[in-house]
């Protein structure tokens, strides 16, 4: 683990806060391409993870601002943190006054950086009833949770401007991908039916990494997903066939929803549905490492059968 003040002083390429599993895919790849890179994290629990995919690991905490102050300054800032999929309070905490913190703690030293990438959801955009959305739709978020999501990417944008930071706002459709495909939901079932929103971990991490080499998206947002929303019965077929399985049992959002033991706020996820556009991203000239969930599969259904095609 590196000395917690070797970096103070010092300018770095990236600082990533919250680098988990996006966060650590990220400093990966730029660290492959030559970039200088420090990933951050609240506790000693993961900065392993760090080292071991080539870059240095910093321990701090976003709601204890006294602790960024060991933090090297960068140029860039990308803000990936997760509230470890606990509720609206935790969310507020974290992605609203710990990306706050992160600004003020940035934007109010004598080399601030040049830009901050907060990663948001498409949860934000609420339901569209199976409509297409894109960096124009208007957001509707429909949960507690998803409203904080909503003010934090107002505070990427707006707070980062006062401080002379360009924002970017980079909003992911669902993450796949290593110790993330969840065959068991799909081959098992019974699978509700709706749309699939879906973005391997490498594209996320891979769309940062373009957005930020190339300048492009300052004081934007921009929508990140493959090129194929998914009906979920289509892919869960898909996947059983590919995996040697039966097609698995299916239910409508109906009787998903008759089931009597569903939150209100469950009943709202699955009711919630859109299909999520990635026009923007290909015209800045991203090109996806795995343009569908066929390609972005094909590791987890080998690993499945025992095949290496």
């Known amino acids: 683990m590196s000395d917690p003040t070797d970096t103070v002083g010092e300018q770095v390429d990236a600082v990533i806060l919250g680098c988990g599993y996006v966060g650590i895919e990220l400093g990966r790849q730029l660290t492959e391409a030559g970039f200088d890179v420090v990933g951050v994290r609240r506790s000693a629990d993961g900065l392993d993870a760090i080292e071991a995919a080539g870059f240095t ?48 703690a940035y934007g109010t030293r004598s080399t601030p950086p040049e830009r901050l990438v907060y990663t948001s959801s498409t949860g934000v955009y609420g339901d569209h009833d199976g409509e297409w959305v894109d960096e124009s739709t208007p957001i509707n978020p429909t949960t507690d949770k998803t409203a904080v999501l909503a003010e934090a990417e107002r505070v990427a944008i707006e707070r980062t401007a006062e401080h002379g930071i360009d924002g970017t706002v980079v909003r992911f459709a669902g993450l796949y991908g290593p110790d993330r495909y969840r065959l068991s939901r799909y081959l098992e079932g019974p699978v509700t039916e709706g749309y699939l929103n879906m973005v391997h971990r490498e594209d996320a991490a891979g769309s940062i990494a373009f957005l930020l080499r190339e300048g492009f998206a300052r004081g934007e947002t921009v929508l990140v997903a493959d090129d194929e929303p998914a009906d979920k019965w289509t892919f869960a077929d898909w996947l059983a066939d590919q995996c040697g399985r039966d097609s698995p049992p299916k239910q409508t959002k109906a009787e998903r929803i008759a089931d009597g033991s569903l939150s209100a706020a469950a009943k709202r996820r699955i009711k919630t549905s859109k299909r999520c556009s990635n026009d923007r991203l290909n015209e800045l000239g991203y090109e996806l490492r795995y343009p569908t969930y066929r390609e972005g599969y094909r590791a987890a259904i080998d690993a499945y059968t025992g095949s290496d095609r």
């Open 57 to 104: 690991a910093k321990e701090a905490d976003l709601t204890a601002p006294k602790t960024l102050e060991s933090l090297p300054d960068a140029r860039w800032l990308v803000f990936a943190a997760s509230s470890g999929g606990r509720g609206a309070d935790a969310a507020q905490e974290i992605f609203v006054d710990g990306l706050e913190t992160a600004i003020e």
